[in-house]
């Protein structure tokens, strides 16, 4: 069995993985990061990067393989419910 979750995503090389999707998908939609990213959070299900950028800031989430059903919630709920769910800038499903 691999390392655990949490311990993956502490690592610089996933980090610049992920801050390099983020980036590319920003870039896509015309969204200029302005500072440094940061990753307030890694717990064993799931870990945060935040993003400063022209738009305001932008949250990243990664999830364990448990937790892979969430991005394509999070879709769902926002088109079912859009006042009151917001609908993820970009994800990976």
Excluded: Y
């Amino acid at each position: 069995m691999g390392r655990p979750f949490s311990e993956r995503v502490a690592q610089d090389d996933w980090r610049h993985t992920a801050q390099a999707w983020t980036q590319d998908e920003l870039e896509r939609l015309g969204i200029v990061v302005t500072g440094p990213f940061e990753q307030p959070r890694i717990r064993p299900w799931s870990t945060q990067l935040t993003v400063p950028t022209d738009a305001g800031r932008i949250w990243f989430k990664a999830n364990c393989a448990s937790m892979s059903f969430e991005p394509a919630l999070q879709v769902e709920l926002a088109r079912l419910a859009p006042e009151d769910v917001d609908e993820p800038v970009a994800v990976d499903l």
